[in-house]
């Protein structure tokens, strides 16, 4: 069974900060790994996207990494900003469907 | 273009009583796939859909149906609405150009639904 796991749950940091927020994935066959972003009321945006032949994907202050032996993605945020607030769900992508984590609620302090 | 929009944003019905939900995308997308998001429960998958006249059950399709009779929307029907059935809805839809996977997922902003 496709399982997602997300840790911590929440997780408040000072602006300024880089940090990385970890999923974790059971299914080894994986088509690809996906991070999204969602705010307060509002649907999932698409922020990165892994493919099982790849390692990392960057898109400006946001680096996913992807390690499929391990069962392990890493969404490291550099510089974090308020704006950043936000939940951050991963999910992978395997033969069947998309599974979700539960994401992890991300505070970024003035 | 306006992505994938739902409609309505919110909605309160009574328990047995019927609705659609509905979705519709300007991107062209041959996947579309409806979600619900419950506090503590994640994202589960309801129902989806791989082209027009092809749709599939998810993880949680007992009480809902859908149609695709058209590549541009995906309504989602409450034949007779529960109190379970209260949740936050959402619609995402996705390029599958052949056996490809790899093109992220597009959602819509949601529908809050209430039944009493």
């Known amino acids: 069974k496709q399982e997602v796991t997300q840790i911590p749950a929440a997780l408040s940091v000072p602006e300024g900060e880089n940090l990385v927020l970890n999923c974790s994935f059971t299914d080894s066959a994986i088509y690809n790994l996906q991070w999204f972003r969602q705010d307060p009321g509002k649907g999932l945006t698409s922020l990165l996207l892994?493919?099982?032949?790849?390692r990392e994907q960057t898109s400006g202050r946001l680096n996913a990494s992807l390690d499929k032996s391990s069962g392990r993605s890493t969404l490291y945020i550099a510089a974090s900003q308020p704006g950043d607030s936000a939940t951050y769900l991963c999910a992978e992508q395997g033969a069947q469907k998309l599974v979700f984590g539960q994401g992890t609620r991300l505070t970024i302090n003035p | 273009n306006a992505g994938v929009t739902q409609t309505p944003k919110f909605q309160v019905l009574k328990t047995g009583q019927s609705m659609t939900l509905q979705c519709a995308q300007d991107m062209n997308h041959e996947y579309m796939s409806w979600y619900r998001q419950d506090p503590g429960m994640g994202l589960r998958l309801i129902h989806y859909s791989v082209g027009a006249g092809i749709t599939d059950q998810g993880e949680v399709p007992n009480g809902y149906n859908v149609s695709r009779s058209t590549t541009e929307d995906f309504p989602l029907r409450l034949l007779s609405a529960a109190p379970s059935q209260t949740s936050v809805y959402f619609c995402a839809s996705s390029y599958r150009g052949g056996a490809s996977y790899n093109s992220p997922l597009h959602f819509g902003n949601g529908t809050r639904l209430t039944v009493t």
């Open positions: 892994i493919q099982s032949s790849q």
